[in-house]
């Protein structure tokens, strides 16, 4: 790991733009954004959602933070679940207005307000919230570790964060047939559904978890949770490991 900064005892990824790059993909596609996790989930990513929100939903929170909110998916789950006052941030402009009307198309502005910010840097003071969610969120950014750290930040002592993200097979022959799925049929059904802006989403997105796994791994991200602060982690491949649900609480409290 020579030349690369260390965060919280975690090292840091090299800068590759991956803000930029999430912009960059997801601006064209607000309307389909779930419709497109849904295709490459094969329909699990409302189950793996449902999993992700239980842990915070039954804590009954006052105030929570969804970071990545996207379209709204989560923020809306979050409020059918629970009481809370939700604020969901993300990115990408496009995506923020989609999730604006989605909310209202709810009924559910009185509950859930969305704003645009970034996760490595959140205008939020110490101990703002009561729970925390992010889905899909690290592989968009620079540094993982220091990200999880800034996530934990706003977190009240004893708070409950949660996160969702695919994840690559373990088993060989699903593996295999992940690979297949991802590298061919992911991107031609894209370009069939939408063009080129989906076509170029699906034949980003499986090398991009490849690449992401591979470097960061489920124990280093376990690792690197509890090096921001957090305690009691846990993490839960989903679906033959396609997808990985994690859930812990700040420390203290």
């Not at 930040?153 to 695919?166: H, Y």
Request: with cysteine; glycine share 10%; proline share 8%.
């Amino acid at each position: 790991m020579a030349g690369q900064r260390r965060v919280a005892g975690v090292p840091s990824a090299p800068s590759a733009g991956r803000s930029g790059i999430a912009i960059g993909l997801f601006s064209p596609l607000p309307e389909r954004y779930d419709l497109l996790c849904e295709v490459l989930s094969l329909g699990q990513n409302r189950r793996w959602r449902r999993a992700m929100v239980g842990p915070i939903a039954e804590r009954r929170p006052a105030r929570v933070l969804d970071v990545a909110t996207g379209t709204g998916a989560v923020a809306i789950e979050l409020a059918d679940r629970c009481d809370a006052q939700i604020v969901g941030c993300d990115l990408t402009d496009s995506m923020l207005r989609a999730g604006r009307r989605r909310v209202e198309s709810a009924g559910l502005d009185h509950q859930i307000s969305l704003t645009r910010a970034r996760a490595e840097h959140l205008p939020f003071p110490d101990g703002a919230f009561d729970a925390l969610t992010f889905t899909y969120l690290l592989r968009y950014v620079e540094d993982p570790g220091a990200t999880l750290a800034e996530l934990a930040r706003v977190l009240k002592p004893g708070a409950p964060m949660a996160s969702l993200d695919f994840l690559v097979p373990p088993s060989l022959p699903w593996r295999l047939a992940w690979w297949c799925y991802t590298r061919i049929v992911l991107p031609a059904a894209g370009w069939a559904a939408g063009g080129p802006p989906w076509w170029r989403v699906g034949r980003f997105l499986g090398p991009s978890i490849t690449a992401h796994d591979r470097r960061y791994p489920v124990a280093w991200t376990v690792q690197a949770w509890e090096a921001a602060g957090m305690v009691d982690v846990h993490a839960k491949a989903m679906s033959l490991g396609g997808g990985l649900v994690m859930w812990g609480r700040r420390a203290g409290g």
